[in-house]
């Protein structure tokens, strides 16, 4: 499995980036994003199950849409009015789930960074 990432840049805060990531080796069950701030642990951003079925976290909800491409071998996050706090390298990720309340992943990108300012 392969997951490359890309669409990470600066923005002001209000503005938009959507981040794809390319995925190879997978095409089943769920799908994600993470983010990691520095000094910070990863945490989960949103999901997207096989049915097409989306979850975000609390803190993106309203403002991020993951999408699947066609084929379901590209995965998208929009960002919508960018705030500072969403800096953070931000991985795609494959075989996810939620376990506990908490989520986590076996597949993983190499992260590509997103600053707000």
């Known amino acids: 499995v392969q997951l490359v990432e890309s669409g990470g840049g600066s923005v002001q805060a209000g503005g938009s980036l959507t981040l794809s990531c390319v995925l190879s080796g997978y095409k089943r069950d769920c799908m994600g994003w993470f983010r990691q701030a520095p000094g910070k642990e990863r945490v989960w951003v949103a999901s997207i199950e096989s049915d097409g079925t989306t979850e975000y976290a609390d803190s993106v909800k309203g403002r991020f849409t993951i999408s699947k491409g066609s084929g379901a071998t590209t995965l998208y996050l929009q960002m919508t009015s960018l705030k500072p706090e969403d800096s953070a390298l931000y991985y795609c990720?494959?075989?996810?789930?939620?376990?506990?309340?908490?989520?986590?992943?076996?597949?993983w990108g190499q992260g590509t960074q997103v600053t707000v300012s």
């Open positions: 990720a494959a075989q996810c789930g939620k376990d506990n309340g908490t989520w986590y992943a076996y597949y």
